[in-house]
């Protein structure tokens, strides 16, 4: 009897030690698989964004700003330090930020130039100054 369990308990420490390696396995690959799809979700947003500015489609733009933001500051400081090419991504969406602040407060003074510009005019200018950061403005 004796023989018995400790043989179950080796086998059951065998066991457990494989499904902790697994454990660890699993982990590593699920922190990588968050980081490929928030570097794949970097260059989606600024490939969106420059392709909204040129296209003058700011509430697009600040969609993607939004989105951008969203990714967090500790994804975005792991990706400039782990990968390269995404460093140019966040340099090419902080450049297309500063091009949309600057388009959307030229749109905002527009707007107010109107003296008969709609109520939804209004507030959708107003929505466009949070993605970017300007609520302040």
Do not use: W
Request: aromatic share 2%; net charge negative.
């Amino acid at each position: 009897l004796a023989q018995n369990v400790a043989a179950a308990a080796r086998l059951a420490q065998g066991v457990s030690a494989r499904v902790r390696e697994l454990d660890v396995m699993y982990t590593r690959a699920s922190d990588a698989a968050r980081r490929v799809d928030d570097v794949l979700a970097l260059r989606e947003c600024a490939e969106g964004i420059r392709a909204a500015l040129a296209a003058g489609d700011l509430p697009t733009a600040c969609g993607h700003v939004a989105r951008f933001l969203a990714l967090g500051e500790a994804s975005r400081t792991e990706m400039e330090a782990e990968v390269g090419g995404s460093i140019a991504s966040v340099h090419q969406i902080t450049e297309s930020m500063h091009k949309l602040r600057v388009s959307v407060g030229a749109r905002a003074e527009e707007v107010v130039a109107r003296h008969e510009a709609s109520v939804s005019e209004v507030v959708g200018v107003c929505r466009m100054y949070v993605p970017p950061g300007m609520v302040d403005e």
